[in-house]
């Protein structure tokens, strides 16, 4: 059975975008974005809200002649993962592998989860909400900016308790922080 995972970069207080809607200060180095390469190259599935779609489609049509080797080889990571994309108004998507669902089912992702050969990846606070509050997330894979941006759209739920259990860490030269949590709930 796959594991669901909900990975992301949040600041020290535990944001993903500041007050303002800005993530710009999360933007990974190279070493840092080498390594989140090695992670996401797992999956086999992405499952996105609109906003992180949004965020997220760009990797289809970058120009990469003259990128870093982490990026183009995020670029093809996400080219060859398969996409949900959750949406009540998004009537076509623009990036390959992708489909739109117009609802979040936690049975749907369920089964899934069963079938699929591959880990899946949930992004974005408010669709990993849905499936945190359901029950469905097997680990949390968080790298930790070193940045404190005092409010704005929180990484994790409020009004979820569980137990975790820390099965890997690493520091970067950077100062970020990567945590790799499994759900013991």
Do not use: C
């Amino acid at each position: 059975m796959a594991k669901l995972i909900y990975s992301g970069i949040t600041s020290l207080d535990g944001y993903i975008a500041d007050r303002k809607g800005n993530f710009d200060w999360s933007a990974p180095d190279e070493e840092v974005h080498t390594f989140i390469n090695r992670n996401e190259g797992l999956l086999g599935t992405f499952l996105l809200g609109r906003h992180m779609y949004d965020v997220m489609v760009w990797w289809e049509t970058l120009p990469l002649a003259d990128e870093s080797p982490a990026m183009q080889d995020f670029a093809r990571i996400w080219k060859e993962a398969d996409k949900v994309v959750y949406s009540t108004t998004l009537d076509a998507v623009s990036s390959t592998r992708t489909r739109i669902e117009r609802s979040f089912d936690p049975e749907a992702v369920r089964q899934l989860k069963e079938t699929a050969d591959r880990d899946i990846s949930v992004a974005g606070p408010v669709l990993a909400s849905h499936a945190i509050k359901a029950g469905l997330v097997d680990e949390f894979h968080v790298y930790v900016m070193p940045m404190i941006v005092g409010g704005g759209k929180q990484f994790l739920p409020d009004d979820v308790r569980l137990r975790v259990e820390l099965l890997e860490e690493r520091r970067f030269a950077s100062g970020v922080v990567y945590l790799r949590y499994r759900n013991r709930s």
